[in-house]
């Protein structure tokens, strides 16, 4: 098992960068890695999944050894930020899972447009 949970980032992503960088000043332990998607420990993580979660335009996050991606890998996030951003969580899986998807893949799919890098 492993002993770390991973968030894996697309490193060409303002909005992902600004992300890892907003998640990493709130962590509550060190048992969460943010790493980005293309470094050697992403690309090992990656090359265990699915051709269909592989195919994904997702952040991903390994918790207890199970991967997310998509809004249930966002959703599941919170769970490492303090109190005020966890409360978010039983919240937000109120959203039916369709719904959730289809807004994450509209702003997956302008994301660099919204957010470029700097």
Wanted: aromatic share 12%; glycine share 4%; hydrophobic share 45%.
């Amino acid at each position: 098992m492993v002993d770390n949970d991973y968030l894996l980032l697309d490193a060409h992503c303002g909005m992902c960068s600004r992300a890892g960088w907003f998640i990493s000043r709130r962590l509550r332990d060190d048992k969460l890695i943010i790493t980005e998607l293309d470094s050697e420990q992403g690309q090992k993580i990656v090359a265990g999944f699915s051709q269909q979660m592989k195919d994904a335009d997702s952040l991903y996050l390994i918790r207890n050894g199970k991967p997310y991606m998509l809004s249930s890998a966002a959703i599941r996030t919170l769970l490492y930020l303090p109190i005020w951003w966890r409360i978010l969580y039983p919240v937000a899986w109120i959203i039916p899972l369709p719904i959730r998807n289809y807004a994450y893949r509209v702003l997956a799919r302008n994301r660099h447009r919204l957010f470029p890098l700097k």
